[in-house]
């Protein structure tokens, strides 16, 4: 077979920048140095930090700050993978300083962790620490100056306590609750964003792990503090919007409801977060992946529009929906209706493990922005991971796979640009400092936001929140 019969295509797409404050870069870590973060204040900002743990995680996270202050090299070399943390205060080129004053510092005393353990169950014991955890909140709240973000650290004790016998600690799960999730909530009813943190986290036994947290930190921190986002795509136009959709079911006893979690980009915005009503008549293929019928899909698509419109005057002339399964024919039907009067409607199936690989006649992994593609099929597999030339280095564990990428037959936009997009979405987490993440924003941000509404307590919340730093 020659190369012009193959049914494959294989080309490089270059890798997106993003807009810092001063310039672009590719890099997250190197725009922060070089540029600046996107500040919405003049001059410096301030990070205004409560923080609730116990003594040792205090006096852990308390060294960390202390580092960061004054700057961490990761390593005795000077690795393009690893970008030294340049430190706080008005000389840095962060142009950032924490101020962490110990009236928004709450201690996780011992006879608090003893009244936690004590209970018979794990289920029991997590909802006596999220009793503590919300009557801190609810105090640093009070305070005449209120911080802006809010550190919980998870003493250990209390790991082992909430954590059911059959799982790890990965997620501190019982019963279906989820003690990460109903954290979030708890802060957002408070309206103070919140940052979890894990014992493993301020185990910190190198320079390398050091910088790397500082740098997490201080990027979900800014982020949360300043209620916006420290760098932005160039490359979303006004006039456009793009969503993407994943489903939720709600824990409850009653009757089995289903809603979608909607993650909204459009230009000049934040990731907004929209809640669907309960949606009607959901479908399950037999991978079981939820399908919506023709008025549900209606439904959907007019909220997300209905939002845009509001904040735009008018509705976008191009919409692009992100969905992590293939579209039925009823979905396609109801988000047609829903978009009369747009001009161009993109559907875009967005796959997370295709069983394709691409093995390459050298020692390094395929290259991050490799795109296969079947031409005669529209289906295409985007290394979103890999190797990275300018970092001289591949991040990841094992082999990197693609995404996989399918236009629907409801798609205006030629796949390559679409392929480019969704490259460009990779960028656009401000929950890490990494170069980029495995996918897509629209997808990604939907499916987090997903596992928090489908908590219990987001009945009792006054009010769900948009911005999406209330659920990173």
């Not at 202390?66 to 390593?75: F, L, Q, R, S, T």
């Not at 390398?208 to 982020?223: D, E, H, K």
């Not at 959709?245 to 929209?274: K, P």
Request: aromatic share 8%; charged share 30%.
């Amino acid at each position: 077979m020659t190369p012009q019969d193959t049914p494959f295509t294989l080309r490089h797409l270059e890798e997106p920048e993003i807009q810092f404050e001063g310039g672009t870069e590719t890099s997250p870590k190197r725009g922060l140095i070089r540029y600046g973060p996107r500040l919405y204040e003049e001059g410096h900002h301030t990070i205004k930090l409560g923080i609730i743990g116990d003594r040792d995680s205090i006096r852990r996270l308390t060294e960390l700050l202390h580092d960061m202050e004054v700057g961490i090299h990761p390593g005795t070399s000077d690795n393009p993978w690893q970008v030294p943390y340049p430190g706080l205060g008005k000389s840095s080129p962060l142009n950032l300083s924490i101020n962490a004053k110990k009236g928004w510092r709450r201690q996780i005393r011992r006879r608090d962790i003893q009244s936690v353990t004590s209970k018979s169950t794990p289920r029991d014991r997590m909802e006596r620490f999220l009793k503590l955890v919300q009557k801190d909140i609810e105090i640093i709240e009070r305070d005449s100056v209120q911080p802006n973000a809010i550190i919980v650290c998870i003493p250990q004790e209390v790991m082992d306590a909430c954590t059911p016998e059959n799982q790890d600690h990965a997620r501190i799960q019982s019963e279906g609750s989820d003690l990460r999730n109903r954290i979030k909530l708890i802060g957002m009813e408070a309206r103070i964003p919140t940052q979890l943190i894990k014992p493993s986290t301020l185990a910190i036994r190198t320079d390398r792990q050091r910088a790397s947290r500082a740098w997490n930190l201080t990027v979900g921190l800014l982020y949360k503090s300043q209620r916006g986002h420290p760098w932005k795509t160039r490359q979303i136009e006004d006039g456009h919007c793009y969503a993407g959709l994943s489903f939720y079911r709600e824990r409850d006893e009653g009757d089995d409801v289903i809603r979608a979690a909607l993650a909204h980009v459009f230009h000049g915005r934040d990731h907004i977060i929209l809640q669907s009503d309960p949606l009607p008549d959901i479908t399950e293929d037999e991978n079981g992946s939820p399908h919506l019928s023709y008025e549900a899909a209606r439904q959907v698509g007019e909220q997300i529009l209905e939002y845009y419109e509001a904040q735009k005057g008018t509705r976008p002339s191009r919409f692009v929906l992100h969905k992590p399964s293939v579209f039925w024919e009823e979905e396609r039907e109801g988000l047609l209706d829903a978009t009369d009067g747009v001009r161009d409607l993109d559907l875009v199936w967005v796959r997370r493990r295709p069983k394709v690989r691409l093995f390459p006649p050298t020692d390094y992994p395929a290259m991050r922005g490799t795109l296969l593609s079947v031409p005669d099929d529209d289906v295409h597999y985007l290394y979103t991971s890999g190797y990275v030339p300018e970092e001289t280095t591949y991040q990841g564990s094992g082999v990197p796979s693609p995404i996989e990428i399918r236009p629907d037959e409801i798609c205006e936009t030629p796949s390559l640009e679409i392929c480019k997009e969704i490259l460009f979405f990779t960028k656009l987490d401000w929950n890490t400092s990494d170069y980029a993440i495995r996918m897509p924003a629209t997808v990604s941000v939907a499916k987090r936001v997903g596992t928090i509404l489908s908590e219990v307590d987001t009945e009792s919340i006054s009010e769900v929140r948009p911005q999406y730093f209330y659920y990173m």
